[in-house]
């Protein structure tokens, strides 16, 4: 036996059809694309939504570091529509540096149970104070406390300095309002383009790429 970086234990394992586990969307019509592609992801959160799973508005968010580097994380959407989808994190964290720099993202869904992705490219811009003030208010308070006790992505010595931070801001706002912090706040991923895969039987699956123009949308079907 050599000792190759290639001598590695592959792994394997038999899947699980989503319709065996009990899970059997309303199929899109590939065939037949639906025109609004912005419905069609609505009607997929819907379903996602049907789950039992902790969070089905959960995403991935790919950005692009100065030097050019990828990183990944999740997000939690918060909000979609025609203009974007929103989601909300602190503006001085690995990923907001990132975006400052480089304004786009790719952002996945996978919903495993139901044997589907999304993904959806697009120019990032940030949302309006408005429009954070009005989602953070909604948060609980312990929430926004956090949003001021973490220096999302900086270094920490250990949980017993972050717990300090949380209490000198409890201490802070103590019997007032929890205002927002000004680096916390919302993104908005344009639409650019919006993918749309669906697993099928023995690899045949379906893929389906909305990409916008001045015109509308055009649709195309990719090879799996
Ligand atoms: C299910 C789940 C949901 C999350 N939702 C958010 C979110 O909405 N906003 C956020 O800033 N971080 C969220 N996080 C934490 C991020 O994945 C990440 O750790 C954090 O934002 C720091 O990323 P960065 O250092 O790349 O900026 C979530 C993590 C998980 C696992």
């Known amino acids: 036996m050599s000792d190759s970086i290639d001598d590695f ?6 899947k699980r059809p989503a319709v065996e586990l009990g899970f059997q ?9 639906p025109k609004d592609p912005v419905a069609e992801v609505l009607r997929w959160l819907d379903e996602a939504f049907q789950l039992p799973i902790p969070n089905p508005n959960a ?3 790919a950005t692009i570091n100065a030097d050019g580097t990828p990183s990944l994380r999740i997000v939690l959407l918060r909000g979609f529509d025609k203009h974007g989808a929103v989601f909300f994190t602190n503006r ?16 996945l869904f996978h919903w495993d149970h139901l ?3 999304i993904r959806i490219e697009g120019k990032v811009t940030a949302t309006s104070d408005a429009h954070s003030d009005a989602y953070f208010f909604g948060r609980p308070r312990m929430n926004r406390i956090g949003a001021w006790a973490s220096d999302q992505s900086r270094p ?6 972050f717990e300090s931070r949380i209490r000198e801001v409890e201490n802070r706002f103590e019997g007032k309002e929890v205002p927002r912090p000004p680096h916390w706040g919302g993104y908005r991923v344009a639409l650019d383009s919006i993918e749309f895969w669906q697993g099928d039987t023995h690899r045949l699956h379906e893929r389906i790429v909305y990409r916008k123009s001045s015109a509308g949308w055009n649709i195309g079907r990719l090879f799996p």
């Open 9 to 14: 234990p592959f792994i394997r394992f038999e």
């Open 25 to 33: 969307p309303i199929p899109m019509n590939f065939e037949n694309p």
């Open 92 to 107: 001085l964290s690995r990923k907001g540096l990132a975006l400052s720099h480089s304004p786009q993202a790719a952002l």
């Open 59 to 61: 995403m991935s968010i």
């Open 115 to 117: 044997d589907r992705q």
């Open 156 to 161: 920490l010595a250990d949980r017993a300095s």
